[in-house]
Protein backbone atom coordinates (compact mmCIF):
# COMPACT_ATOMS: atom_id res chain seq x y z
CA UNK A 1 0.00 0.00 0.00
CA UNK A 2 1.35 3.00 -0.77
CA UNK A 3 0.00 6.21 1.36
CA UNK A 4 0.31 9.90 -0.56
CA UNK A 5 0.40 13.26 1.56
CA UNK A 6 0.22 16.51 0.09
CA UNK A 7 2.85 19.05 2.02
CA UNK A 8 0.84 22.89 1.04
CA UNK A 9 2.47 25.65 1.60
CA UNK A 10 2.44 27.22 4.73
CA UNK A 11 1.61 30.96 5.05
CA UNK A 12 2.12 33.38 7.65
CA UNK A 13 -0.96 35.92 7.76
CA UNK A 14 0.69 38.17 10.25
CA UNK A 15 3.27 37.24 12.46
CA UNK A 16 4.02 39.43 15.56
CA UNK A 17 7.10 38.70 17.46
CA UNK A 18 6.84 39.56 21.05
CA UNK A 19 9.45 39.33 23.32
CA UNK A 20 12.69 36.87 23.57
CA UNK A 21 12.05 33.61 25.77
CA UNK A 22 14.23 32.04 28.47
CA UNK A 23 14.98 29.12 26.01
CA UNK A 24 16.05 31.17 23.57
CA UNK A 25 13.12 31.14 20.99
CA UNK A 26 11.07 33.98 20.45
CA UNK A 27 7.28 34.54 22.23
CA UNK A 28 5.00 34.96 18.97
CA UNK A 29 1.48 35.37 17.82
CA UNK A 30 0.46 34.10 14.10
CA UNK A 31 -2.23 33.24 11.74
CA UNK A 32 -1.27 30.21 9.70
CA UNK A 33 -3.46 29.34 6.44
CA UNK A 34 -2.57 26.75 4.43
CA UNK A 35 -2.11 26.50 0.18
CA UNK A 36 -3.79 23.95 -1.79
CA UNK A 37 -0.65 23.62 -3.53
CA UNK A 38 2.88 22.56 -1.89
CA UNK A 39 4.98 19.66 -2.21
CA UNK A 40 4.15 15.86 -1.86
CA UNK A 41 5.50 12.89 -0.24
CA UNK A 42 4.70 9.18 -0.52
CA UNK A 43 5.22 6.14 1.76
CA UNK A 44 5.64 3.06 1.05
CA UNK A 45 6.12 -0.45 3.24
CA UNK A 46 9.29 -2.04 1.95
CA UNK A 47 11.93 -4.64 2.52
CA UNK A 48 14.77 -2.24 3.05
CA UNK A 49 14.44 1.28 3.49
CA UNK A 50 14.91 4.11 0.74
CA UNK A 51 14.31 7.77 0.81
CA UNK A 52 14.22 9.56 -2.67
CA UNK A 53 13.92 13.25 -3.38
CA UNK A 54 12.64 14.61 -7.20
CA UNK A 55 10.69 17.28 -8.64
CA UNK A 56 12.12 20.73 -9.57
CA UNK A 57 13.80 21.89 -5.93
CA UNK A 58 15.18 18.17 -5.36
CA UNK A 59 18.83 19.44 -5.75
CA UNK A 60 18.32 22.50 -3.16
CA UNK A 61 17.47 19.68 -0.61
CA UNK A 62 19.88 18.90 2.12
CA UNK A 63 21.68 15.66 3.22
CA UNK A 64 19.66 13.02 4.11
CA UNK A 65 20.81 12.25 7.68
CA UNK A 66 19.72 15.94 8.10
CA UNK A 67 16.45 16.46 6.40
CA UNK A 68 13.21 16.74 8.49
CA UNK A 69 11.72 13.81 6.58
CA UNK A 70 14.08 11.34 7.58
CA UNK A 71 13.89 12.73 11.03
CA UNK A 72 10.01 12.30 11.20
CA UNK A 73 9.62 8.65 9.70
CA UNK A 74 12.59 7.50 12.35
CA UNK A 75 10.75 9.23 15.49
CA UNK A 76 7.33 7.52 13.78
CA UNK A 77 8.71 4.66 13.64
CA UNK A 78 11.01 4.54 17.10
CA UNK A 79 7.50 5.96 19.05
CA UNK A 80 4.98 3.45 17.19
CA UNK A 81 6.17 1.04 14.78
CA UNK A 82 9.74 0.47 15.57
CA UNK A 83 9.40 -2.87 13.15
CA UNK A 84 8.48 -1.29 10.33
CA UNK A 85 10.50 -0.62 6.96
CA UNK A 86 9.28 2.13 4.67
CA UNK A 87 10.49 3.80 0.81
CA UNK A 88 9.44 7.59 1.81
CA UNK A 89 9.76 10.26 -1.64
CA UNK A 90 9.66 13.80 -1.65
CA UNK A 91 8.26 15.55 -4.48
CA UNK A 92 9.58 18.74 -4.26
CA UNK A 93 8.22 22.04 -5.78
CA UNK A 94 8.33 24.32 -2.93
CA UNK A 95 11.62 26.52 -2.79
CA UNK A 96 13.64 25.48 0.61
CA UNK A 97 14.27 28.45 3.32
CA UNK A 98 11.55 30.20 1.95
CA UNK A 99 9.15 31.29 5.19
CA UNK A 100 6.51 28.98 3.57
CA UNK A 101 7.25 26.28 5.62
CA UNK A 102 8.61 23.56 3.26
CA UNK A 103 10.43 21.53 5.32
CA UNK A 104 8.10 21.74 8.11
CA UNK A 105 4.82 20.78 5.56
CA UNK A 106 7.43 18.24 4.14
CA UNK A 107 8.08 16.27 7.96
CA UNK A 108 4.36 17.03 8.45
CA UNK A 109 2.90 15.30 5.77
CA UNK A 110 5.53 12.28 6.47
CA UNK A 111 3.33 11.70 9.69
CA UNK A 112 0.25 12.12 8.34
CA UNK A 113 1.16 9.30 5.60
CA UNK A 114 2.78 7.12 8.45
CA UNK A 115 -0.19 7.82 10.51
CA UNK A 116 -2.55 6.75 8.01
CA UNK A 117 -0.14 3.59 7.02
CA UNK A 118 -0.55 2.43 10.43
CA UNK A 119 -4.22 3.82 11.68
CA UNK A 120 -3.46 6.09 14.16
CA UNK A 121 -5.46 9.61 14.13
CA UNK A 122 -3.28 12.32 12.85
CA UNK A 123 -4.54 14.44 16.27
CA UNK A 124 -2.69 11.62 18.67
CA UNK A 125 -1.06 13.60 21.12
CA UNK A 126 2.12 11.77 20.97
CA UNK A 127 2.54 12.51 17.11
CA UNK A 128 1.54 15.93 18.00
CA UNK A 129 4.81 15.54 20.49
CA UNK A 130 6.69 14.56 17.98
CA UNK A 131 5.75 16.75 15.27
CA UNK A 132 6.72 19.57 18.11
CA UNK A 133 10.22 18.43 18.45
CA UNK A 134 10.62 18.08 14.96
CA UNK A 135 9.84 21.97 14.60
CA UNK A 136 7.94 25.20 15.93
CA UNK A 137 6.21 25.43 12.24
CA UNK A 138 4.99 21.41 12.50
CA UNK A 139 2.32 20.67 14.32
CA UNK A 140 0.69 23.23 12.73
CA UNK A 141 1.59 21.81 9.38
CA UNK A 142 0.19 18.50 11.00
CA UNK A 143 -2.97 19.67 11.37
CA UNK A 144 -3.32 22.00 8.59
CA UNK A 145 -6.04 23.99 8.86
CA UNK A 146 -6.28 27.47 9.75
CA UNK A 147 -4.75 28.22 13.19
CA UNK A 148 -3.87 31.40 15.56
CA UNK A 149 -0.50 30.45 16.82
CA UNK A 150 1.22 31.93 19.73
CA UNK A 151 4.38 30.90 22.11
CA UNK A 152 6.90 29.68 19.64
CA UNK A 153 3.83 29.29 16.97
CA UNK A 154 3.03 25.75 18.75
CA UNK A 155 0.02 26.66 21.23
CA UNK A 156 -2.83 26.12 18.10
CA UNK A 157 -6.19 27.63 18.58
CA UNK A 158 -8.12 27.02 15.50
CA UNK A 159 -9.65 29.91 13.24
CA UNK A 160 -11.82 30.61 10.47
CA UNK A 161 -10.16 29.73 7.13
CA UNK A 162 -10.30 32.26 3.93
CA UNK A 163 -12.62 29.98 1.63
CA UNK A 164 -10.47 29.16 -1.04
CA UNK A 165 -9.35 33.02 -1.47
CA UNK A 166 -6.53 33.50 -4.38
CA UNK A 167 -3.57 34.19 -3.71
CA UNK A 168 -0.76 33.96 -5.52
CA UNK A 169 2.91 33.47 -3.97
CA UNK A 170 6.38 34.87 -5.38
CA UNK A 171 9.75 34.00 -4.32
CA UNK A 172 13.01 35.59 -6.20
CA UNK A 173 15.02 32.75 -6.12
CA UNK A 174 17.01 33.70 -2.53
CA UNK A 175 16.87 31.83 0.26
CA UNK A 176 17.06 33.32 3.84
CA UNK A 177 18.35 32.38 7.00
CA UNK A 178 15.58 32.18 9.85
CA UNK A 179 18.33 32.76 12.36
CA UNK A 180 20.05 35.50 10.57
CA UNK A 181 16.58 37.48 9.93
CA UNK A 182 15.68 36.90 13.69
CA UNK A 183 19.55 38.29 14.67
CA UNK A 184 18.61 41.51 13.05
CA UNK A 185 14.89 42.07 14.74
CA UNK A 186 15.68 45.43 16.81
CA UNK A 187 13.37 44.06 19.23
CA UNK A 188 10.72 46.11 19.72
CA UNK A 189 7.46 45.11 20.85
CA UNK A 190 4.98 46.19 18.93
CA UNK A 191 1.89 45.05 20.13
CA UNK A 192 -0.56 42.20 19.77
CA UNK A 193 -2.27 40.60 17.32
CA UNK A 194 -5.73 41.62 17.12
CA UNK A 195 -8.21 39.06 18.57
CA UNK A 196 -11.36 39.92 17.35
CA UNK A 197 -13.08 40.27 13.63
CA UNK A 198 -12.68 38.41 10.24
CA UNK A 199 -9.21 36.01 9.87
CA UNK A 200 -8.74 38.26 7.06
CA UNK A 201 -9.62 41.41 9.16
CA UNK A 202 -7.24 40.31 11.86
CA UNK A 203 -3.93 39.83 9.24
CA UNK A 204 -4.66 43.14 7.63
CA UNK A 205 -4.74 44.90 10.95
CA UNK A 206 -1.55 42.74 11.79
CA UNK A 207 1.82 43.11 10.37
CA UNK A 208 5.27 40.88 9.53
CA UNK A 209 7.85 41.90 12.13
CA UNK A 210 10.43 39.99 10.54
CA UNK A 211 9.40 41.36 6.88
CA UNK A 212 11.99 44.57 7.59
CA UNK A 213 14.85 42.89 8.83
CA UNK A 214 14.65 40.27 6.07
CA UNK A 215 14.63 43.05 3.78
CA UNK A 216 18.02 44.82 5.11
CA UNK A 217 19.43 41.10 4.52
CA UNK A 218 17.97 40.89 1.22
CA UNK A 219 16.85 43.83 -0.77
CA UNK A 220 14.94 41.85 -3.31
CA UNK A 221 12.36 40.98 -0.92
CA UNK A 222 11.29 45.00 -1.24
CA UNK A 223 10.63 44.47 -4.81
CA UNK A 224 8.46 41.49 -4.44
CA UNK A 225 6.33 43.56 -2.38
CA UNK A 226 6.50 46.68 -4.72
CA UNK A 227 5.08 44.49 -7.16
CA UNK A 228 2.24 42.43 -5.72
CA UNK A 229 0.70 45.39 -3.91
CA UNK A 230 0.59 47.06 -6.96
CA UNK A 231 -1.25 44.63 -8.82
CA UNK A 232 -4.57 45.82 -9.34
CA UNK A 233 -6.80 43.82 -6.93
CA UNK A 234 -4.73 42.63 -4.25
CA UNK A 235 -6.13 42.79 -0.93
CA UNK A 236 -3.45 41.82 1.17
CA UNK A 237 0.17 41.34 0.58
CA UNK A 238 2.70 40.54 3.13
CA UNK A 239 5.96 38.12 3.56
CA UNK A 240 5.75 35.21 5.17
CA UNK A 241 7.43 33.86 8.29
CA UNK A 242 10.97 34.64 7.63
CA UNK A 243 11.52 35.16 4.12
CA UNK A 244 11.45 35.42 1.44
CA UNK A 245 8.68 34.14 -0.27
CA UNK A 246 5.74 36.74 -0.23
CA UNK A 247 2.02 36.85 -0.86
CA UNK A 248 -0.73 38.78 -2.23
CA UNK A 249 -4.25 37.72 -1.87
CA UNK A 250 -7.09 38.50 -4.62
CA UNK A 251 -10.81 38.77 -3.92
CA UNK A 252 -10.81 36.61 -7.70
CA UNK A 253 -9.02 34.78 -9.68
CA UNK A 254 -8.80 36.54 -12.99
CA UNK A 255 -7.29 39.19 -10.78
CA UNK A 256 -4.44 36.85 -9.35
CA UNK A 257 -3.64 35.61 -12.97
CA UNK A 258 -3.45 38.57 -14.79
CA UNK A 259 -0.90 39.80 -11.47
CA UNK A 260 1.05 36.56 -12.24
CA UNK A 261 1.58 36.96 -15.74
CA UNK A 262 2.35 40.59 -15.46
CA UNK A 263 5.26 39.52 -12.67
CA UNK A 264 6.53 36.47 -15.01
CA UNK A 265 6.80 38.88 -17.70
CA UNK A 266 8.87 41.65 -15.67
CA UNK A 267 10.87 39.40 -13.55
CA UNK A 268 11.10 35.58 -15.55
CA UNK A 269 13.76 34.30 -12.99
CA UNK A 270 11.09 34.60 -9.92
CA UNK A 271 9.04 31.62 -8.48
CA UNK A 272 5.87 32.04 -8.69
CA UNK A 273 2.71 30.15 -7.69
CA UNK A 274 -1.05 30.68 -8.36
CA UNK A 275 -3.08 28.75 -6.07
CA UNK A 276 -5.77 29.47 -3.25
CA UNK A 277 -6.14 29.80 0.29
CA UNK A 278 -8.30 27.55 2.40
Not at 25 to 49: C, I, M, N, Q
Not at 81 to 96: C, E
Amino acid sequence: MMIAETAPAKLNLALHVRARRADGYHELETLFVFARDGDRVTVTPASAPGFTVTGPFAAAVGPVADNLVTRAEAAFRQAFAPDAVHVVTLDKHLPVASGIGGGSADAAATLRALARLHGLPVDTPRLLTIAAGLGADVPACLLGRPTFGRGRGDALAPVAGLGDMPALLVNPGVAVSTAQVFAHWDGIDRGALALTGTTLERAIAGRNDLQPPAEAIAPVIEAVISRLSSAPGAVLTRMSGSGATCFALFHDAAARDSAAAQIAEAAPDWWLCPTTIG
